[in-house]
Each structure stands twice: as structure tokens, then as C-alpha cells.
């Protein structure tokens, strides 16, 4: 969203020109403007992209059932990323790998914080994909908490 008008704008290009001296149906450029916004700002990923793996769910089950179980019980994660629909990932992973286990904060390793959040994923159906979960480089933050989708 907010991209496409710019998008359009730069493409004050000989193909919309040519589309109007052509007199195109007059909804011609604004229809390609649509479309081409559309494809430029595509929506970013969000966790309904299989933006995990279930051997990392699995890594992450054993992870939480040691060092998160004993205070948050597997329902207690759905409120949580309800909460969190329409921001980055980042967030939930930078309060989990800062301050939990709260009885220890910052104890496990960047890896297993982020294997725990796979599982974390998965507890709320999510489904998993090809590749890993990855905290590096920012990459949560690119990725967007959404409410589940049936795919
Ligand atoms: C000793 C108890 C304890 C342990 C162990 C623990 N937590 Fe917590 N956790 C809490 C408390 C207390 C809160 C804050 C109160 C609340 O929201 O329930 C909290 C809050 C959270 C939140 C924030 C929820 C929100 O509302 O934003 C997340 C995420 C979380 N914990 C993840 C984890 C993970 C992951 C682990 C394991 C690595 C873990 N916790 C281990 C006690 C614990």
C-alpha cells in the first residue's frame, strides 16, 4: 500500500503516454496503474508463508518443554500473537530472547529462542515450509504477524 501512486507517478512512462494517444479506453492507464501498484507493493510476508520447518518445530517443542513450559502452557502463545496481528515478528522474538524465561532472562542462545518461536508458530497451526525461521540480519523484521489463514 502507499507504493502504488508513487509507482504510477514515476511511470508518467511512454507506455501510459502511449496508452492515451493510442485513446485507449480512458480507465486504460489508471486499470495498469492498478496493476502494476498491486505487483510492486505486494503485500509482505507474513508467518502464513511457511516461514519454518517442522524439524525446527521439533527442536523448538523439546526447547520450550525445558525452559518455557513450566510458566506458559501451549494456549498461552495464541492470545500472545493475536495481540501482535500487524506487526513484525521482531518484537515478540526481541521480548522472548530479552526477558524469558523470566526466571532467567536471556539464557538460551539466538538459534534456540527463534526454534522455540517455530514452535511457537506451529502451536498456532501455522503451517510450516521449506525454510528455517531466521532471526538473522533483521529478517523478522520483514515478516509480518497475521491472523491464520486456511490456504
Ligand atoms: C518462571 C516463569 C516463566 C518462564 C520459565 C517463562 N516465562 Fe514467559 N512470561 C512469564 C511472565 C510472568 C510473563 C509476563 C506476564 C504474562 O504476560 O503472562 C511472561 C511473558 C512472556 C511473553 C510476552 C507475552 C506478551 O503478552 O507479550 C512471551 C512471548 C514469553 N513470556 C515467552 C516465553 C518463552 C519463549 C519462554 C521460554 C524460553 C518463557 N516465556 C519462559 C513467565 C515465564
Redesign the pocket.
Known sequence: MGRGPRTCFALKSPIIMRMKQRSFLATGPALLCLLLGGIVSADPRTVNDGVYTEDQADVGEV??KE??L???DKK??RP?LK??EGQPLSI?FT??ST?????NPGY?SQKE?VD??AY?LSLSRYAAGDTELDQADGALNELMVEARQRK
Open positions: 526447547l520450550y525452559h518455557c513450566l510458566c506458559h498461552y502463545f500472545v495481540r501482535w515478540m521480548v522472548m526477558s524469558m524465561p523470566e526466571s538460551l529462542y522455540i518461536l511457537i
